[in-house]
């Protein structure tokens, strides 16, 4: 069974930047999609952003567009979210996600939690003003 393994969460404060790493490990085939999602107490959980490991296409939410990143290394199974000029609204907990499968070429939808299989036990990010 694949295990994701996040990292990088904490406290910051308003304008300030964190770095979110999910390492993959555990898992046969190859990875499809991998990405963050995210939930805050009372509310749904909600994608942030994701890659499709074969193209490196990436979806983000619009809430965060121009100010967080994602990216992926292959070579080390991690996605990484770049988050910068967080706001209050953006603490929550952050779930790392991933897909795998025996296709390498894969270009279907990152977009959506559906795409995901495998998920992390989530990083708290807190903002303060």
Not at 63 to 82: M, P
Not at 88 to 116: H, K, M, P
Request: aromatic fraction near 10%; proline fraction near 1%.
């Amino acid at each position: 069974q694949a295990q994701l393994v996040e990292s990088g969460g904490g406290s910051v404060q308003v304008a300030g930047s964190l770095t979110l790493s999910c390492t993959a490990s555990r898992y046969t085939g190859f990875t499809t999609c991998m990405g963050w999602f995210r939930q805050a107490p009372g509310k749904e959980r909600e994608a942030v952003a994701t890659i499709r490991a074969w193209d490196g296409r990436t979806y983000s939410a619009d809430s965060v567009q121009g100010r967080f990143t994602i990216s992926l290394d292959s070579s080390k199974n991690t996605a990484n979210l770049q988050m910068n000029n967080l706001k209050v609204e953006d603490a929550a907990i952050y779930y790392c996600a991933a897909s795998f499968s025996t296709v390498q070429q894969y270009l279907g939808s990152c977009s959506g939690a559906g795409a995901f299989r495998s998920w992390g036990k989530g990083t708290q990010v807190t903002v303060s003003s």
